[in-house]
């Protein structure tokens, strides 16, 4: 069975430039995260999606930070204009909506790390 | 945003010793989730706790669910040089929706041979 699936696994690029993650979730999964990691510490919430509906964005900056799940599977997350700070991995997860011992927890793909010079 | 405090740090250890480490919370949690993160990878679930006071086993690990439901020990025996990366304890206010996760700072291990 395949995992979460990301892309690109790295990208540089110059501050002020647009950047976007796209992130392809177990099949089945209707929960959907996006989690920041910065260097030395533990992944933050940023956004998380139940099908298409984004239940939970209050950590997301929404001044530079947009993402979106158009048919409920898969998902983008974009970064306009990026800053210096963004620099991190950015780690997408799924889960089944109810998270128990039946259905299982969350599944993380490998991340997109993130470099601005 | 809100991190668990984790603790210790980092370890250096030698293979065969046991290892523990423990996370730390000042809210109550009913989901308790260790996760290992190897270098250029994302997290990985080690195991789950769902009740106080609960200890699970997977293999060489023990965790346990404190009985305050405000902290959670992680125990490894017979250390082994694949044990190397950053545990991560997560804390769930609420097992009946996939809420949110609050994750630990981590702790780094490194196994010497």
């Known amino acids: 069975e395949a995992g979460v699936v990301q892309s690109p696994r790295y990208k540089i690029i110059e501050k002020k430039q647009p950047v976007a993650f796209w992130c392809n979730p177990i099949?089945?999964?209707?929960?959907l995260y996006w989690y920041l990691q910065n260097l030395g510490q533990g992944p933050e919430l940023l956004i998380r999606?139940?099908?298409?509906?984004?239940?939970?964005d209050s950590q997301l900056p929404k001044d530079r930070f947009s993402a979106e799940r158009l048919k409920g599977v898969d998902s983008t997350l974009k970064i306009q204009p990026a800053e210096l700070g963004d620099s991190a991995v950015y780690l997408c997860?799924?889960?089944?909506?109810?998270?128990?011992?039946?259905?299982?927890?969350?599944?993380f793909g490998e991340g997109s790390r993130l470099t601005v010079l | 945003g809100q991190q668990l405090n984790q603790s210790p740090q980092s370890m250096f250890i030698q293979e065969g010793e046991d290892v523990s480490m423990n996370c730390t919370s000042s809210?109550?949690?009913?989901?308790w989730l260790w996760y290992k993160q190897e270098p250029g990878e994302g997290p990985v679930l080690l195991i789950a706790l769902y009740k106080a006071g609960e200890l699970t086993s997977n293999g060489r690990l023990t965790a346990q669910f404190g009985i305050t439901r405000k902290d959670s020990f992680l125990n490894i025996s017979a250390s082994i040089p694949s044990d190397v990366g950053i545990y991560f304890c997560a804390g769930r206010s609420n097992t009946g929706t996939a809420s949110k996760l609050t994750f630990g700072t981590g702790t780094r291990l490194q196994v010497t041979l």
């Open positions: 997860a799924s889960s089944f909506r109810v998270a128990n011992p039946n259905t299982g927890e969350l599944f």
């Open positions: 999606y139940e099908n298409e509906e984004a239940v939970d």
């Open positions: 099949s089945g999964h209707n929960t």
């Open positions: 809210s109550i949690f009913n989901t």
